[in-house]
């Protein structure tokens, strides 16, 4: 991932002040796909954009209904019946007409995995709720060691935000998704080929539904774009250490 040397302007000046503008720069660059766009992925989609990000494309095959207005960004009274890619991306590009967003309305799964070709991003966001997709994809991402993936576990019946942490997969306790997905690698015996940081939350299930809020939802897609920030910032910091 190389810098950018015409990052977009004044939209993002306030964030230049805190990243600085090579950082900036290099997230105007970074290439950037995002698969689940939903109580998550779409807030994680807002947030990856307002940084300066302009590269996204965003995988999702579902449409958006009354269930999903509660915590899904693109999701309104105006736009229910809407393929939520394409809500998405218009909500995307009235905050910068510069970006680049590919939708794809499709199921990420065993099936079509092969259709996506990982290896041209920098940084893979896994925000799927299926066990069996969200295996595939984080074993399909891991493949490639020049793209990082970072993937999001289940938000569904938390109600503190402020419950929400970060952890290698491998080390997360307390929560039925990584749990699941442990349980069918080793059943499996087909394993991610590297480790990958996860958001997730410590704070036991409110309730046996799956039901989900917004406080919850948008901070771990928020999350999720602070997981991309600080990689590109980390990767800044070692560069200046090499040069010294």
């Known amino acids: 991932m190389e810098a950018d040397t015409n990052p977009d302007s004044d939209i993002f000046q ?51 209904v009354a269930s999903n207005v509660n915590r899904q960004l693109m999701a309104t009274s105006e736009t229910i019946g809407e393929l939520k890619v394409d809500a998405l991306k218009r909500r995307l590009l009235a905050i910068n007409p510069a970006a680049e967003i590919e939708c794809r309305a499709e199921r990420y799964d065993a099936e079509t995995a092969e259709t996506f070709n990982l290896v041209d991003y920098d940084f893979v966001i896994d925000a799927i709720d299926s066990v069996d997709c969200k295996a595939q994809l ?57 480790r990958f940081m996860c958001v997730y939350s410590d704070e036991p299930p409110a309730s046996q539904g799956l039901g989900s809020i917004v406080q919850v939802t948008a901070v771990f897609g928020f999350a999720l774009t602070s997981m991309v920030v600080s990689e590109v910032c980390h990767i800044f910091r070692r560069r200046a250490e090499n040069m010294v």
């Open 138 to 194: 984080i074993r399909h991402a891991l493949l490639h060691p020049s793209v990082t993936l970072f993937s999001s576990m289940g938000a569904a019946r938390r109600l503190d935000p402020l419950r929400v942490r970060s952890a290698e997969f491998w080390k997360i306790q307390g929560d039925g998704l990584a749990r699941a997905l442990r349980g069918r690698f080793r059943k499996s015996g087909d394993f991610p080929q590297r």
């Open 14 to 64: 306030r964030a230049g002040l805190v990243l600085g503008t090579d950082v900036l720069a290099a997230l105007g660059k970074a290439r950037v796909a995002l698969f689940g766009v939903g109580g998550v992925g779409s807030w994680c989609a807002e947030g990856l954009v307002r940084t300066g990000v302009r590269h996204l494309t965003i995988v999702d095959s579902d449409r958006v």
